[in-house]
């Protein structure tokens, strides 16, 4: 299995930015999907998940209503759109596969496969 993050950069606080993970090796619309962030000195964080079916999605408080996670399952991508980006958003991005799941998982522990992050930075 693999899963390749891309979509990283520096943007200015308020700008957007679109994260995408292809993943190959795995039925990709059996597997909940995650992103994750992480922080420097901080630990993983849950930033968004999205069941198989694409029919729910759950977001952490910190990016409810400003970030967005899709996938499609043809081309076996998950995507996070993110808005209004704030320097607190600082971090690398980490995509995040698991199955079977009959709710959206919150810790990090509780997924099987990982992408190797991108990162993403927003200044002040």
């Known amino acids: 299995v693999q899963l390749q993050a891309s979509g990283g950069g520096l943007v200015q606080t308020g700008d957007s930015l679109r994260l995408s993970c292809t993943a190959s090796?795995?039925?990709?619309?059996?597997?909940?999907m995650g992103w994750f962030r992480q922080a420097p000195g901080k630990g993983r964080e849950f930033v968004a998940g999205?069941?198989?079916?694409?029919?729910?999605?759950n977001y952490a408080d910190s990016v409810e209503g400003r970030f967005t996670i899709s996938r499609d399952n043809r081309e076996n991508v998950v995507y996070l759109e993110m808005r209004s980006l704030k320097p607190e958003d600082t971090a690398v991005y980490y995509c995040a596969a698991v199955r079977p799941a009959s709710y959206i998982y919150t810790q990090s522990s509780s997924y099987n496969y990982w992408g190797q992050g991108t990162q993403v930075t927003v200044s002040s």
């Open positions: 999205i069941m198989g079916s694409g029919a729910r999605k």
């Open positions: 090796g795995l039925i990709f619309g059996a597997h909940l």
